[in-house]
């Protein structure tokens, strides 16, 4: 089965990441294309390094933003970081970058980020004469693109399958910058592509008049989020070496919900018998993985260029994203039968049900029975960015630290 790589955008997304299944995890160093995502340096990387190696995770640091000249002396500074944490590889996309990590650390493993946009084997075969081991396809590509490139090229390849897709290459958008001044580029994308448009004529400030593209409304380039869930039987049998979570921006709850499906997904295709691969394409990833990937609240899914160039249905036009069914509500810190040390995130009040997010797929539907603080004094409720013990009415016997409870928000007592 390929690698599972998820995103790790602060040390409590790699702890959720690493606690749900993934195989491996990347990060942003100080020169990251997620300006906003939490990045690590110095200590922070080493820490997160040696946390996901003492639990066999593999841990790759992102340089992978397009280097402005001044940048440029930072840059054997964060190579040297990167070597010293003994992190397992280096995420690049500018030349630049590549040339320094080959002058500064030989011995590091390069891959190629999906912001080179690498979408046909000719030019894969340029980086890996450039010494890149992994290459990171463009987003932009069919199944039969990819098994292509797959016989015609000897690096890793690694496939995103799950996240947020751009209406432009892979984050080459110059519309943040345009917009906002906050340079896609460089990291720090304020994702107007997600806003709702109106026009304005000039000499009438303040009338907004309604941009619609079609009776949907005036999203218009807000595209649905990849899920390529179904089409994974065909990706592991294309010789995919690793599928990629987009996100080291979404939450917790998004990390750990998404890792949790895949694997649970992976761990499924292992368990079927070898003639099960004579047709890959009949392969079904039975229907509740879906469903449970419908709970984390996303801008829909479509499964995008995969089968070839998307139509219409790939847009989310008359919303910037769908309504949840499920909230996060609390974290799992700490299990001291009978009482669960929680970091809580939503507001929580005895007699509410949560339901509890176990590895696999398995969930657990537990009633809070009594809510105490840290120093032991009774709750009527719980707020958000407080630590709280609960009590519940059933056993607590598979709940697991680390692990996240949701509620349904139709239903919350
Ligand atoms: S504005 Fe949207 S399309 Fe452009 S880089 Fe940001 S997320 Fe991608």
């Not at 984050?171 to 592509?193: E, I, K, M, V």
């Not at 040390?341 to 009633?367: A, C, F, I, S």
């Amino acid at each position: 089965m390929p690698e599972l790589l998820a995103p790790a955008g602060s040390f409590e997304k790699l702890v959720t990441a690493i606690h749900y299944g993934a195989d491996a995890v990347y990060l942003g160093g100080g020169l990251s294309l997620r300006a906003r995502a939490g990045t690590f340096t110095g200590d922070d990387l080493m820490h997160a390094v040696r946390y996901a190696h003492e639990r066999g995770v593999r841990v790759y640091v992102t340089v992978n933003s397009f280097i402005h000249e001044p940048d440029m002396d930072k840059l054997d500074n964060e190579i040297e970081n990167i070597v010293k944490s003994r992190a397992d590889g280096v995420i690049v996309a500018d030349p630049g970058v590549l040339a320094t990590v080959k002058r500064f650390a030989p011995e590091l493993s390069i891959h190629l980020s999906t912001q080179a946009n690498v979408t046909n084997s000719g030019a894969a075969n340029f980086w890996v004469g450039q010494g890149v081991g992994r290459i990171n396809l463009a987003r932009e590509l069919s199944l039969a693109d990819i098994k292509r490139i797959r016989k015609r090229v000897s690096s890793e390849l690694e496939i995103f399958v799950h996240g947020a897709v751009c209406i432009s290459y892979s984050g080459r958008c110059l519309l943040s910058h345009y917009l906002t001044g906050r340079d896609a580029n460089r990291g720090d994308c304020a994702q107007p592509c997600r806003y709702s448009y109106a026009l304005v004529e000039e000499k009438r400030p303040g009338q907004y008049f309604p941009v619609e593209q079609d009776e949907h409304g005036t999203y218009v380039f807000n595209a649905k989020d990849m899920c390529l869930l179904e089409k994974l039987p065909e990706l592991v049998a294309a010789g995919v070496n690793a599928c990629k979570i987009e996100g080291r921006m979404r939450s917790i709850f998004y990390v750990g919900a998404v890792v949790r499906v895949y694997r649970a997904a992976l761990d499924y295709l292992a368990t079927l018998p070898t003639e099960a691969w004579d047709d890959p394409g009949r392969i079904k990833i039975p229907q509740h993985y879906s469903d449970e990937l419908a709970k984390t609240g996303t801008r829909a899914a479509s499964t995008h260029f995969i089968d070839g160039t998307p139509d219409e249905s790939a847009m989310l036009n008359d919303c910037s994203r769908h309504p949840q069914s499920y909230e996060p509500v609390a974290v799992i810190k700490a299990l001291s039968p009978p009482h669960v040390l929680v970091e809580v995130r939503n507001p929580l009040h005895p007699g509410e049900m949560l339901e509890y997010m176990g590895r696999g797929l398995d969930t657990k539907r537990l009633q809070i029975k009594t809510i105490h603080n840290e120093n032991g004094e009774l709750l009527a409720k719980a707020n958000p960015g407080t630590h709280a013990r609960l009590t519940f009415t059933q056993p607590i016997t598979e709940l697991e630290s680390n692990g996240l409870f949701r509620r349904e928000l139709e239903r919350r007592r």
